[in-house]
């Protein structure tokens, strides 16, 4: 869908790398790293994005960091986009809102690093989930986004027991509490 909008392909890997999740930040040479691409080219899209006041950045020692202006009027609309785009829109209406008795739900991985890999970690915490209900959303979500998702369903017990295992990475909350997840960042 954004390949439509957007012509710059770097334009949009760092749209989404930054609007997935909006606590990502980056650096030009990381950035051209991940992306497998020229530092010039991510410069030129990143100082657009500054310039239009959609990224800000700061410094760290010598690097010039890069992160979503999360106060521009447009953030939340850019990341609807974004959302949808992935498909990430798709999970939260049809997956977790029909599956029962949600506290949190939360993306892990690639998306939650800002990179649209096809394969959406989905952890979902609750209590009487229907699994079949779940798998048979999950399937046909799979189809609607053309993306794979994986799920984990645990209850609020094994989720404590694990909390620390999922937190050492950047992950993308749908759904649910922060103070379940307090130690994040």
Do not use: C
Request: glycine letters at 6%; hydrophobic letters at 40%; aromatic letters at 6%.
């Amino acid at each position: 869908m954004l390949k439509t909008l957007i012509t710059s392909e770097t334009r949009i890997k760092l749209l989404m790398k930054f609007f997935l999740n909006p606590k990502t930040k980056g650096y030009l040479r990381q950035l051209s790293t991940e992306f497998g691409e020229s530092t010039n080219g991510i410069r030129l899209e990143l100082n657009k994005l500054e310039e239009a006041q959609v990224l800000t950045s700061n410094f760290e020692g010598r690097n010039k960091i890069f992160q979503a202006n999360q106060e521009h009027p447009l953030f939340k609309d850019l990341r609807s986009i974004v959302f949808k785009s992935t498909g990430i829109d798709q999970v939260v209406s049809n997956i977790i809102q029909n599956l029962g008795k949600i506290h949190l739900a939360f993306i892990r991985g690639d998306y939650a690093l800002g990179i649209d890999s096809g394969l959406i970690d989905l952890v979902v915490v609750g209590s009487k989930i229907n699994m079949e209900e779940l798998e048979r959303v999950r399937l046909k979500t799979e189809k609607l986004i053309n993306r794979k998702i994986s799920t984990l369903v645990l209850d609020e017990t094994e989720f404590n027991k694990l909390k620390d295992n999922f937190l050492d990475k950047p992950i993308l909350v749908l759904l649910g509490a922060e103070p379940m997840i307090d130690n994040q960042e």
